[in-house]
């Protein structure tokens, strides 16, 4: 299998060969801003999108108006295409880096996961979910979407997974208060998604 570093990465960017970009904000995500994230969050709450390739989610929430929203991701390229489509984003907000050696803690409200779980070893989910909670407030949430088809380990991302393993997986370090089929999926997703809202046990 190919090491999923940011020459992975920024290859496929290169090449276009990037079919997890849905080219807008998903209608999970939107939703979810739109009603959880407007009556839990003010404005100034700090929000992170990572491994957040071109995202069109932090461009929506920069819209709306939330102030403290950051980006990150190991490849530059997405980063780029972002800077140049939302020019009046705090550059000091988006930050390349990786995920795992990014020191920040007890900071963030709320992060939003899409498609980045999915896209990393399978072997380092343990690690997500720990470092998920060192970069969270205490009691603040990790909330988007999860793949639910199987697993498997020898191909390529994206990685599934089911609703046993990721309860597993976040259990020691999130409450679950939400871990459901998601209904409102972009259609090439349908009934390919659970809904994960997980609050840091602190
Ligand atoms: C499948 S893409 C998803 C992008 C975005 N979330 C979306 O929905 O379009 C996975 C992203 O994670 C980034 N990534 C992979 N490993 C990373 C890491 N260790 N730290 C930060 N970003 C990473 C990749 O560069 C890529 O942009």
Redesign the pocket.
């Known amino acids: 299998m190919n090491t999923?570093?940011?020459q992975y990465?920024?290859n496929r960017?290169q090449h276009n060969d990037?079919p997890?970009?849905?080219n807008s904000i998903?209608t999970p995500i939107k939703h979810f801003i739109d009603t959880y994230v407007a009556n839990h969050c003010d404005k100034q709450s700090p929000i992170l999108?990572?491994?957040?390739?071109?995202?069109?989610?932090a461009e929506y929430l920069h819209r709306q108006g939330y102030e403290n929203v950051w980006v990150?991701?190991?490849?530059p390229e997405?980063l780029e295409a972002f800077r140049q489509r939302v020019p009046d984003f705090p550059e000091e907000h988006l930050l390349q880096?990786?995920?795992?050696e990014?020191e920040k803690s007890d900071f963030f409200a709320l992060i939003i996961e899409?498609?980045?779980f999915?896209?990393?070893q399978p072997e380092l989910r343990r690690r997500y979910a720990q470092k998920m909670q060192t970069l969270l407030r205490k009691e603040g949430i990790l909330a988007g979407l999860l793949f639910c088809f199987p697993l498997d380990k020898t191909g390529e991302?994206?990685f599934g997974g089911s609703i046993d393993e990721y309860q597993q997986t976040f259990e020691p370090h999130f409450h679950i208060q939400t871990l459901a089929p998601c209904y409102n999926s972009i259609k090439p997703r349908a009934e390919k998604e659970l809904f994960a809202i997980l609050r840091s046990r602190g």
Request: proline share 11%; hydrophobic share 45%; charged share 15%.
């Open positions: 999923l570093d940011a990465w920024q960017y990037t997890w970009d849905a998903t999108l990572p491994g957040a390739g071109t995202a069109h989610e990150m991701d190991i490849a997405p880096a990786d995920f795992f990014f899409q498609t980045f999915c896209a990393l991302p994206p």
